[in-house]
């Protein structure tokens, strides 16, 4: 039987992954691309640029998707072509030139992958050459880039994902329909955290022994960074410099706070201030290993005003609870990997009476004749404590977000859609703040932020 993309879309991909049309979650995409094409036979055909670690994770879980087959990779390093065609068969093509896939007709989408510094000129390329571009977190790596990235996607007409994509699970769906139901009243604040104590977690990824300048590519590779010479810990734990990278703040706050935007509607900060300091991983790195921010929302018509704190903590020893908590007037969302605790905690309506209270400290007299007004005037329901009730709620079994962000991503190319879950409006409302951290912690002062304009205020 001949496939037609109206039937895909009915019988694959997001209906039978269980996931929430895109226009459930964000504002009405700029425009609807007219014209565009997928490869013959409905098949989406992707090229991954840079397959380090997280293009592999990727790249699987896009393979997941119905009707996606992967044909080309892209890798600055040479062995990572040997092990493309180990992994994901002998007749992928792979270049070091991620130019080389830009060319070709057959290729519909492009999966970014590549350490931060490479992701606009190589987002920017794809959607100029009229690919589909998946770009990982963060979208940018300087607050600077990012209108461009938003221009040249518009104009394109193209599909685009930011690659956040804890979103697309149901815990933050969930969140985000407890939150428009008013379930905890007003958010006054959000608390957030990703901590972690151990070598790889602090991004000390093996280097293999026979890396040199030539087998990496190591020229292209510093793009418009300064020339220095080969350094294989720049090149395989870029994260630990910020050349390359966009430290504790671009790598995990960014997935705390797309997050947070996410379930409450919010387009940003106003105001963020980081500090922190390099506690323990003293090895060479340039960005710090703790991090505190802070972050002012300023008020909306949907919110009165309320602050963000942001941590990570690579030198935590002790218990390390990650979670990201939305405190509001009448409860919380306490959002632990998989699950969500609603606790919805209402205050009577009598003030109290009594306890640790000043009532002892009046005399006996007086103390009687209040304590009768007192009930006079609040009934014994008005002063009733009204307990804290919890709900619990799991992810299905077996939900991986990845593989869902990504179905998100073709679904929205079938349809010739830009209103992606995670486009680069909101992907650079969640990457500015936190590259406004970094901004602010080697400034040694706060950076204003409109996040209307998307734009750095001055003073
Ligand atoms: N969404 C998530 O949960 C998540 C998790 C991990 C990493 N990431 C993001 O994924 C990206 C990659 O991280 P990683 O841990 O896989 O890094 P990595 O170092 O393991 O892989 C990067 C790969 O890019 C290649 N590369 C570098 N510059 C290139 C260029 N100009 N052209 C082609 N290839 C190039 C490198 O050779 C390497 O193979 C980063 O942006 C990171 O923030 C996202």
């Known amino acids: 039987m001949k496939s037609t993309r109206r039937k895909f879309l009915q019988n694959g991909t997001l209906a039978g992954l269980g996931v929430l049309s895109a226009s459930q979650g964000l504002a009405a995409p700029f425009y609807i691309a007219k014209d565009w094409k997928i490869s013959p036979n409905d098949k989406i055909r992707l090229a991954t640029v840079g397959m380090g670690i997280q293009g592999h994770y990727d790249t699987n879980s896009a393979l997941k998707v119905p009707g996606v087959e992967l ?69 940018v790596q300087q607050i600077s880039e990012g209108r461009a990235v938003i221009d040249a996607w518009k104009a394109s007409g193209k599909t685009m994902q930011v690659g956040s994509q804890s979103i697309s699970g149901s815990v933050f769906q969930e969140a985000k329909r407890l939150l428009q139901a008013g379930e905890i009243g007003q958010i006054n604040f959000i608390e957030s955290n990703s901590d972690r104590f151990n070598s790889i977690g602090a991004w000390n990824y093996t280097i293999p022994d026979d890396a040199t300048a030539e087998n990496t590519n190591w020229d292209v590779y510093l793009k418009d960074t300064p020339k220095l010479s080969f350094d294989p810990k720049r090149y395989f734990r870029w994260r630990n410099y910020k050349y390359y990278g966009t430290g504790v703040a671009g790598d995990l706050f960014v997935h705390l706070i797309t997050g947070v935007h996410y379930a409450t509607g919010s ?36 919110f009165e005003p309320f602050q963000m704190v942001l941590r990570v903590n690579f030198a935590n020893a002790g218990a390390i609870v990650n979670n990201t908590r939305i405190i509001g007037s009448e409860g919380q969302l306490d959002i632990r990997g998989n699950s969500l605790i609603l606790s919805k905690n209402k205050l009577q309506k ?69 209103s992606t879950i995670e486009d680069p409006v909101f992907g650079f409302r969640a990457a500015a703040p936190v590259l406004a951290c970094n901004e602010s912690y080697f400034q040694q002062k706060p950076i204003l932020w409109d996040p209307e304009t998307m734009k750095l205020k001055k003073k």
Not at 84 to 99: H, L, N, P, S
Not at 120 to 128: A, H, N, V
Not at 354 to 367: I, L
Not at 374 to 403: H, L
């Open 267 to 302: 387009h940003g900060p106003n105001r963020i201030f980081a500090s922190g300091n390099l506690s323990f991983w003293k090895d060479g790195r340039d960005v710090p290993d703790v991090m505190v921010a802070i972050l002012d929302y300023p008020k909306t018509a949907q």
């Open 71 to 139: 044909v080309a990779v892209a890798d600055l390093y040479t062995d990572r072509h040997i092990r493309t065609k180990e992994v994901f068969g002998k007749d992928i093509f792979t270049t070091r030139d991620y130019r080389e896939l830009l060319t070709r007709s057959d290729i519909d989408a492009v999966l970014i992958a590549t350490p931060d510094h490479w992701h606009d000129t190589i987002t920017i390329d794809s959607l100029k050459a009229g690919k589909n571009v998946y770009c990982e977190k963060p979208m």
């Open 350 to 418: 009598a003030p109290g009476f009594g306890g640790y209270d000043s009532v002892f400290t009046f005399p006996e007299e007086k103390q009687k004749t209040m304590e009768a007004a007192y009930k006079a005037k609040y009934s014994e329901e008005d002063r009733k404590y009204i307990p804290v009730k919890e709900t619990t709620f799991k992810a299905p079994d077996g939900e991986n977000s990845s593989i869902l962000h990504f179905a998100n991503f073709f679904d929205n190319i079938r349809k010739g859609s830009q």
